[in-house]
């Protein structure tokens, strides 16, 4: 549809004055001496009301694009031959004693109900879209009431009282028939907008309706011999026409029909008016021929019918909808906890402790955390959504798969003649994931059924306890507890210090997996950068907290701290190889760092990480005897001393990782 301009002003010049014109025809046909023949409100004043009226609908029709052009053309076509039908009649056949029937008036006047029908459907498609099927069956209700009432009020008396050949009263029954067309088509389009009108609409239905009405009145009375010229309804022909053209210009809207937006009354009116028509069938005078009237009817019925199965069904898909929604989970598509309960107990009542028993598995993502913290939580749906289909692709040959809510996914599996171990490992296969940056990976916790639970709920808290048992223990367990039991010693000694180390720990760790450390490397950089400063626990406060410059014996205890820590740490057997990265910590890449003056590759790699965190976040970090520098200027002090004092393909990988962290890409290219 084209874009519609602004109105002209001349044009809501001309629609004014045509209504006014019209208006008054109206009140001076309801004068005791009705002047039809004057020149103000005669004839031919008519044919030149109805050919300006086509004038604008052409206009319309030159500023549109697409369809529409073609529209408002046939208006302005049906129009012009509707009005030279009328020249020909008071030319030539006005003053005929016998004017023929069927006659060029006659195709004059018959040529605009095919062309406007033309323009009504090509509206309706193009300005009405997304119609639900039950509106489109209330447009044919509606349609089909329309033409059964009016068949019984106007087509069956036209028919009783024509007179004259097979073509007279063909021509006769014609105009009431087209008419009906007209009707129906616009009820319908006015039912298919969900009952809503727009200025156009509204414009074009009293068009059609005052064009009814005035060849209903018409036929009607020239049937039963009654009518008489002028005429007080003889306006609904000019009238109409007017009111095309005010269409034509009225602003252009696109009806987009929602099922959800329409309410019960919509329903209402096409069932009244089906009623309607079957009363009429019904109530027809006995031994009337119009079978006309009866069979509209009973096809209005029968489209109720259709209606209301169509109804029926729609509320099965809704209901249906609405528990499939209620046991889903939006984000990944899998069945949520809701259905795993259900579908829980149904796989307990089958379960045997033989061949046929049933796995819970529980997983629990680790490392989720870190990547919804650093790539944001769109990615992170984005993750879930990923590794959900790609559990449930893993299990649907023998299982079913659900998200029980945020990184925690389930599923039950049926491993027949499989082992139990590779049914599971076979799923939890499906949520490990890496990329630069992260590794994502899933702790497991399993309940077979029925050996070890009988009940859905014991069934869930034994598979629950037993993930977060190996997400908190496994094989690394003794070194976790050992590190967590040093850190709790630094938190209670010096919340300040552990604080720092937390900060340097989050940074090593991605500064290690941009350099693509395997997890366990990334796990021992982490605990390494975590008690890198345990040692500063047997330093003298005084001496940690000093404002002023440090003699040579308080020099001597700060570079012994690392050799503290590494005895403090070493301590546990399984961190061994932390504590060689925590003495380390403060070596130089160029052999000039202490405590043992290595240089290069010959520094563990997780130390020098360390080293480079360390020194970032000191720098930013207000103390008690200097002032906190900007990250910019940080990064610049870090680059300025890589080769020298620390590795610089460390500093290069922590520079990327921060400016990922800070989205200052450009600044650190620029630095």
Same mark, same amino acid.
């Given at each position: 549809?084209?874009?519609?301009?602004?109105?002209?002003?001349?044009?809501?010049?001309?629609?004014?004055?045509?209504?006014?014109?019209?208006?008054?025809?109206?009140?001076?046909?309801?004068?005791?001496?009705?002047?039809?023949?004057?020149?103000?409100?005669?004839?031919?004043?008519?044919?030149?009301?109805?050919?300006?009226?086509?004038?604008?609908?052409?206009?319309?029709?030159?500023?549109?694009?697409?369809?529409?052009?073609?529209?408002?053309?046939?208006?302005?076509?049906?129009?012009?031959?509707?009005?030279?039908?009328?020249?020909?009649?008071?030319?030539?056949?006005?003053?005929?004693?016998?004017?023929?029937?069927?006659?060029?008036?006659?195709?004059?006047?018959?040529?605009?109900?095919?062309?406007?029908?033309?323009?009504?459907?090509?509206?309706?498609?193009?300005?009405?879209?997304?119609?639900?099927?039950?509106?489109?069956?209330?447009?044919?209700?509606?349609?089909?009431?329309?033409?059964?009432?009016?068949?019984?009020?106007?087509?069956?008396?036209?028919?009783?009282?024509?007179?004259?050949?097979?073509?007279?009263?063909?021509?006769?029954?014609?105009?009431?028939?087209?008419?009906?067309?007209?009707?129906?088509?616009?009820?319908?389009?006015?039912?298919?907008?969900?009952?809503?009108?727009?200025?156009?609409?509204?414009?074009?239905?009293?068009?059609?309706?005052?064009?009814?009405?005035?060849?209903? &009145?018409?036929?009607?009375?020239?049937?039963?011999?009654?009518?008489?010229?002028?005429?007080?309804?003889?306006?609904? !022909?000019?009238?109409?026409?007017?009111?095309?053209?005010?269409?034509?210009?009225?602003?252009?809207?696109?009806?987009? &029909?929602?099922?959800?937006?329409?309410?019960? !009354?919509?329903?209402?009116?096409?069932?009244?008016?089906?009623?309607?028509?079957?009363?009429?069938?019904?109530?027809?005078?006995?031994?009337?021929?119009?079978?006309?009237?009866?069979?509209?009817?009973?096809?209005?019925?029968?489209?109720?019918?259709?209606?209301?199965?169509?109804?029926?069904?729609?509320?099965?898909?809704?209901?249906?909808?609405?528990?499939?929604?209620?046991?889903?989970?939006?984000?990944?598509?899998?069945?949520?906890?809701?259905?795993?309960?259900?579908?829980?107990?149904?796989?307990?009542?089958?379960?045997?402790?033989?061949?046929?028993?049933?796995?819970?598995?529980?997983?629990?993502?680790?490392?989720?955390?870190?990547?919804?913290?650093?790539?944001?939580?769109?990615?992170?749906?984005?993750?879930?959504?990923?590794?959900?289909?790609?559990?449930?692709?893993?299990?649907?040959?023998?299982?079913?798969?659900?998200?029980?809510?945020?990184?925690?996914?389930?599923?039950?599996?049926?491993?027949?003649?499989?082992?139990?171990?590779?049914?599971?490992?076979?799923?939890?296969?499906?949520?490990?994931?890496?990329?630069?940056?992260?590794?994502?990976?899933?702790?497991?916790?399993?309940?077979?059924?029925?050996?070890?639970?009988?009940?859905?709920?014991?069934?869930?808290?034994?598979?629950?306890?037993?993930?977060?048992?190996?997400?908190?223990?496994?094989?690394?367990?003794?070194?976790?507890?050992?590190?967590?039991?040093?850190?709790?010693?630094?938190?209670?000694?010096?919340?300040?210090?552990?604080?720092?180390?937390?900060?340097?720990?989050?940074?090593?760790?991605?500064?290690?997996? !941009?350099?693509?450390?395997?997890?366990?490397?990334?796990?021992?950089?982490?605990?390494?950068?975590?008690?890198?400063?345990?040692?500063?626990?047997?330093?003298?406060?005084? &001496?940690?907290?000093?404002?002023?410059?440090?003699?040579?014996?308080?020099?001597?205890? &700060?570079?012994?701290?690392?050799?503290?820590?590494?005895?403090?740490?070493?301590?546990?057997?399984?961190?061994?190889?932390?504590?060689?990265?925590?003495?380390?910590?403060?070596?130089?890449?160029?052999?000039?760092?202490?405590?043992?003056?290595?240089?290069?590759?010959?520094?563990?790699?997780?130390?020098?990480?360390?080293?480079?965190?360390?020194?970032?976040?000191?720098?930013?970090?207000?103390?008690?005897?200097?002032?906190?520098?900007?990250?910019?200027?940080?990064?610049?002090?870090?680059?300025?001393?890589?080769?020298?004092?620390?590795?610089?393909?460390?500093?290069?990988?922590?520079?990327?990782?921060?400016?990922?962290?800070?989205?200052?890409?450009?600044?650190?290219?620029?630095?």
């Amino acid at each position: 549809m084209g874009r519609q301009a602004s109105r002209p002003r001349f044009v809501s010049i001309l629609l004014a004055g045509l209504a006014v014109w019209v208006f008054s025809f109206e009140l001076s046909a309801l004068l005791p001496s009705h002047p039809g023949s004057t020149s103000v409100f005669g004839d031919w004043p008519s044919e030149a009301v109805q050919l300006v009226s086509a004038a604008l609908c052409a206009l319309t029709a030159f500023r549109r694009r697409g369809p529409e052009r073609l529209a408002w053309a046939l208006v302005a076509a049906g129009i012009i031959v509707w009005t030279l039908g009328d020249v020909y009649w008071l030319t030539v056949l006005a003053s005929a004693a016998a004017p023929p029937s069927p006659s060029p008036a006659d195709l004059g006047y018959l040529l605009f109900e095919p062309l406007a029908f033309a323009a009504l459907v090509i509206l309706v498609r193009t300005r009405i879209s997304d119609v639900p099927r039950t509106l489109v069956a209330d447009g044919v209700i509606v349609g089909l009431a329309a033409a059964a009432v009016s068949a019984a009020f106007i087509v069956q008396p036209v028919a009783e009282h024509a007179t004259g050949g097979t073509l007279a009263v063909a021509t006769n029954l014609a105009y009431p028939i087209s008419d009906l067309a007209l009707f129906g088509v616009v009820l319908a389009a006015i039912t298919l907008r969900g009952w809503r009108l727009d200025r156009t609409w509204a414009l074009l239905g009293a068009g059609i309706l005052a064009f009814f009405a005035a060849d209903a &009145i018409y036929v009607v009375q020239s049937a039963h011999g009654t009518y008489t010229e002028p005429n007080l309804f003889d306006i609904g !022909w000019t009238g109409s026409t007017v009111l095309f053209a005010a269409a034509a210009w009225a602003p252009a809207t696109r009806a987009v &029909i929602r099922v959800d937006r329409r309410g019960p !009354w919509s329903i209402a009116l096409p069932l009244t008016l089906a009623l309607a028509a079957f009363g009429v069938a019904l109530f027809r005078p006995a031994g009337s021929g119009d079978w006309a009237t009866v069979a509209l009817a009973i096809a209005c019925m029968a489209a109720v019918m259709v209606r209301l199965l169509m109804t029926f069904h729609e509320n099965v898909a809704m209901l249906n909808a609405s528990r499939v929604e209620a046991l889903t989970d939006a984000l990944t598509g899998l069945r949520n906890r809701r259905a795993l309960t259900g579908d829980l107990a149904e796989a307990l009542a089958t379960a045997t402790s033989g061949g046929d028993c049933v796995v819970l598995a529980m997983f629990d993502l680790d490392g989720f955390k870190y990547y919804n913290d650093n790539f944001g939580h769109e990615a992170g749906d984005a993750l879930l959504a990923r590794l959900g289909r790609r559990l449930g692709r893993r299990v649907a040959a023998h299982g079913t798969a659900y998200r029980v809510g945020g990184d925690e996914f389930c599923a039950l599996i049926r491993p027949g003649a499989q082992a139990v171990e590779a049914a599971v490992d076979h799923a939890s296969g499906a949520l490990a994931e890496r990329g630069d940056g992260f590794a994502i990976d899933c702790s497991v916790g399993v309940a077979i059924l029925p050996l070890e639970a009988t009940h859905p709920d014991h069934a869930l808290r034994l598979a629950d306890q037993r993930m977060y048992v190996a997400k908190n223990g496994g094989r690394a367990s003794a070194a976790r507890q050992s590190k967590d039991a040093l850190q709790k010693v630094v938190v209670e000694r010096d919340p300040e210090l552990a604080s720092h180390s937390e900060r340097v720990a989050v940074l090593a760790a991605a500064v290690a997996r !941009w350099l693509d450390l395997d997890d366990t490397d990334v796990e021992q950089v982490r605990d390494a950068a975590e008690l890198h400063d345990i040692g500063k626990l047997a330093i003298p406060d005084a &001496i940690l907290r000093a404002s002023g410059p440090l003699d040579a014996a308080a020099w001597q205890a &700060i570079r012994e701290h690392t050799l503290v820590g590494e005895r403090m740490i070493a301590a546990a057997p399984s961190l061994a190889r932390v504590a060689a990265m925590v003495r380390s910590s403060h070596e130089r890449y160029d052999g000039r760092g202490y405590p043992d003056g290595l240089k290069a590759d010959a520094i563990p790699l997780g130390a020098r990480i360390v080293a480079v965190c360390d020194a970032f976040d000191a720098m930013v970090t207000p103390r008690s005897y200097g002032v906190a520098a900007g990250a910019d200027a940080a990064v610049a002090e870090l680059r300025r001393c890589a080769r020298s004092q620390f590795d610089p393909r460390v500093v290069e990988a922590f520079c990327a990782v921060w400016a990922d962290r800070a989205g200052s890409v450009t600044a650190l290219r620029a630095a």
